[in-house]
């Protein structure tokens, strides 16, 4: 069995996202692991606090060199998010990929066999295929009066409460509808969907013969789960 770990919704560069509290996790999980899947809205260049959109460009970029360059032998795959899912960063991730062996990235999902890595945003989307991820030419930055009106809510911890709007059944019964509507060669043979999204932690919730997992998130306040995932050896890994 190939032994791996996935974890979603770090907002990484926005003020309220919580480093210290999951990064030496991520690092210990990746040192004894096949793969680590980084599940979209790992870095967050609506709300970055970095000067602008080409220095957050510099500092994803560099950190994910960085993370595949430690654990050479774990291969690295990083799926964009709505927050982290635009042409500048694409361009200079697949740079990356060309120049490193051990870091994959991709658009909207990853299949590993049966199981399905995906950010989930694109379940939400009405009409549109879950598996394609159509990539925005820029990144839009909030104004800094925004940010700090967000940041006193985060304080308060008031988004706890619209992510209790995002039950796990809720959200399974969605991603469910969403797949029935993909494309059949696409979604055929899934049995375990890792998304995130919804910033609530959700682990081994079943629901009509499939099984769901949300790593939570980074964010202050809210629970970061990571989670691992067991795939078996010589299954196809597809994008």
Same mark, same amino acid.
């Given at each position: 069995?190939?032994?791996?770990?996935?974890?979603?919704?770090?907002?990484?560069?926005?003020?309220?996202?919580?480093?210290?509290?999951?990064?030496?996790?991520?690092?210990?999980?990746?040192?004894?692991?096949?793969? /680590?899947?980084?599940?979209?809205?790992?870095?967050?260049?609506?709300?970055?606090? +970095?000067?602008?959109?080409?220095?957050?460009?510099?500092?994803?970029?560099?950190?994910?060199?960085?993370?595949?360059?430690?654990?050479?032998?774990?291969?690295?795959?990083?799926?964009? @998010?709505?927050?982290?899912?635009?042409?500048?960063?694409?361009?200079?991730?697949?740079?990356?990929?060309?120049?490193?062996?051990?870091?994959?990235?991709?658009?909207a999902y990853l299949?590993? @066999? &049966?199981?399905? /890595?995906?950010?989930?945003?694109?379940?939400?989307?009405? &009409?549109?295929?879950?598996?394609?991820? $159509?990539?925005?030419?820029?990144?839009?930055?909030?104004?800094?009066?925004? @940010?700090?009106?967000?940041?006193?809510? $985060?304080?308060?911890?008031?988004?706890?409460?619209?992510?209790?709007?995002?039950?796990?059944?809720?959200?399974?019964?969605?991603?469910?509808?969403?797949?029935? &509507?993909?494309?059949?060669e696409l979604a055929?043979?899934?049995?375990?969907?890792?998304?995130?999204?919804?910033?609530?932690?959700?682990?081994?919730?079943?629901?009509? @013969? +499939?099984?769901?997992?949300?790593?939570g998130s980074g964010?202050?306040? +809210?629970?970061?789960?990571?989670? *691992?995932?067991?795939?078996?050896? &010589?299954? *196809?890994?597809?994008?």
């Amino acid at each position: 069995m190939a032994t791996g770990y996935v974890i979603s919704d770090l907002h990484m560069f926005a003020r309220w996202s919580k480093p210290g509290e999951y990064l030496a996790r991520m690092c210990a999980a990746a040192s004894g692991a096949n793969f /680590f899947v980084l599940n979209g809205d790992i870095f967050d260049f609506r709300w970055s606090v +970095l000067p602008g959109v080409r220095a957050t460009i510099d500092a994803a970029v560099d950190w994910l060199a960085d993370f595949a360059s430690a654990h050479r032998d774990c291969t690295v795959y990083y799926i964009l @998010g709505n927050h982290d899912g635009f042409a500048g960063l694409v361009e200079r991730v697949a740079k990356l990929s060309d120049e490193t062996e051990n870091f994959e990235w991709r658009p909207a999902y990853l299949r590993m @066999g &049966g199981v399905l /890595f995906t950010h989930g945003d694109l379940f939400w989307a009405v &009409g549109h295929n879950p598996f394609e991820r $159509h990539i925005r030419s820029s990144s839009r930055r909030m104004t800094p009066l925004l @940010g700090w009106a967000y940041h006193l809510i $985060h304080a308060i911890r008031g988004t706890r409460l619209v992510h209790a709007m995002w039950p796990a059944r809720r959200c399974a019964s969605q991603i469910v509808k969403s797949l029935d &509507g993909a494309p059949k060669e696409l979604a055929r043979g899934i049995t375990d969907v890792y998304y995130g999204h919804t910033h609530a932690a959700v682990s081994d919730f079943s629901y009509q @013969g +499939l099984t769901f997992h949300n790593t939570g998130s980074g964010i202050r306040g +809210l629970r970061c789960n990571l989670c *691992e995932v067991s795939i078996p050896d &010589g299954c *196809e890994v597809s994008q």
